[in-house]
């Protein structure tokens, strides 16, 4: 006879019955629970921690906005920081002495022309550095009354970007008229003066090994 083959199904003969199949039971149920609890709670922890880097990471983009948008303002802070530095520094900011005697020119024609005093006579004259500074100096001459001689001292004296020191100053008179009748009696007096100023010249190029031997005016 031809041999029959059965595909038998799942003994279940063999699975404990009655009370220890019970607690096998409930042990297996249990075991599903706690891990269904624990698969739920890896989820929403990783959940969690998903959203809190999400949050920390949009945080630290916002702060890195806020700080590019402030570039343009310190910018343009650092920039008004230098024009006013410049404009209220007591010494020559040209960059070389040529520029700085330029602007030293500048300076007193200003004041000359708010005076309506002309200059005779204007000469450059280079003198010897003190310490970090070059000195820049320019020697004026000008007829003027007394009065206008007094406000144009007055108005160097009070010009403070850049310090204006004067040095050498000669006053005289006609011929043997003292300046001091030619004041009383409104004759114009002959002035000649040094005036002088500092530029920095720390951020220039390197000093020569010599520098330290400049002497002092």
């Known amino acids: ?10 003994n279940l003969s063999h699975l404990p019955t009655g009370q220890r199949g019970r607690l096998y039971a409930l042990i ?3 075991l599903a629970v706690l891990l269904c609890v624990w698969t739920v709670q890896t989820l929403i922890s990783t959940f969690e921690n998903t959203q809190e880097s999400i949050t920390t ?20 802070s650092a920039q008004q920081a230098r024009l006013h530095m410049a ?6 900011t040209a960059p070389s002495d040529d520029l700085a005697l330029a602007q030293l020119q500048e300076t007193v024609h200003t004041l000359t022309d708010a005076l309506n005093l002309p200059l005779t006579s204007q000469e450059p004259l280079t003198l010897p550095r003190k310490d970090h500074f070059q ?8 007829t003027a009354s007394w009065p206008a001689t007094i406000q144009f001292l007055s108005s160097l004296q009070q010009t403070h970007s850049p310090h204006l020191l004067t040095e050498d100053l000669q006053i005289s008179a006609a011929a043997g008229i003292m300046p001091d ?9 002959d002035v000649s003066l040094l005036i002088v100023a500092l530029r920095s010249i720390r951020s220039a190029s390197a000093l020569s090994p010599h520098s330290s031997n400049s002497q002092n005016w």
């Open 1 to 10: 006879m031809p041999q029959t083959h059965n595909n038998a199904a799942p």
């Open 28 to 30: 297996l149920a249990g």
């Open 57 to 76: 990471q949009k945080e630290l983009l916002a702060r890195t906005q806020r700080l590019i948008s402030t570039i343009p303002h310190l910018e343009n």
């Open 87 to 92: 404009q209220t520094s007591p010494l020559l």
């Open 135 to 142: 000195t820049i100096a320019l020697r004026v001459a000008f």
């Open 181 to 189: 009748d030619a004041a009383a009696h409104g004759q114009p007096v």
